[in-house]
């Protein structure tokens, strides 16, 4: 018998099951424009690196890791420092089982207990299941990048969803590590 997903960080050693649900994304659909999978070894250093500041959570389901979700830099430039973006994935096949709700919820929870005050997923278009996943959980669409990308034969375009964290303050605070909190 099935029971909900069991959310915990992600470790290193889970760089396998991370690149083996990222794979079929890259590979057979436009949903990430990577256009070589990562392999383990790859997907460990994203892990060790992301988590030196960003939470990378991953969702076990009968002791197998059926998805993962992460929060890195929005921007490089240090104005931006307050928000982050967000990206989710859920192995396919076991979809629609809440498994990226479970991710997202703790994700932006620790975000906004860092002191980010939004949080931006940017999703290839056409994808209704990821944008009814971010509308059901507070982000709405600011924009659109028109064409933005080429990948599997055509142009794409990348809808842009923000998810306010918190207020503003006037005077913010720098974000801490999340391990910190």
């Known amino acids: 018998m099935s029971v909900g997903p069991r959310v915990r960080a992600a470790a290193a050693d889970d760089a396998a099951a991370v690149a083996a649900i990222y794979a079929p994304y890259v590979i057979e659909t436009a949903i990430t424009f990577e256009e070589e999978a990562p392999d383990a070894a790859a997907m460990r250093r994203r892990i ?6 960003f939470p990378w959570l991953v969702a076990e389901v009968d002791g197998a890791i059926r998805g993962y979700a992460y929060a890195d830099l929005f921007r490089t430039r240090a104005a931006y420092r307050w928000t982050v973006e967000t990206s989710v994935y859920v192995a396919m096949g076991h979809e629609r089982r809440g498994i990226g709700r479970a991710l997202y919820m703790p994700l932006l929870d620790m975000l906004r207990d860092q002191g980010y005050v939004a949080a931006v997923g940017a999703l290839t278009l056409p ?53 910190e909190i």
């Open 127 to 179: 994808n209704p299941a990821s944008v009814r996943l971010h509308e059901a959980l507070g982000f709405e669409q600011v924009g659109t990048y028109r064409q933005a990308g080429y990948k599997l034969g055509r142009w794409h375009h990348v809808g842009i969803w923000q998810c306010e964290l918190a207020p503003r303050p006037e005077s913010p605070r720098e974000p801490r590590a999340w391990r």
């Open 48 to 53: 060790e690196s992301v988590t030196e500041r």
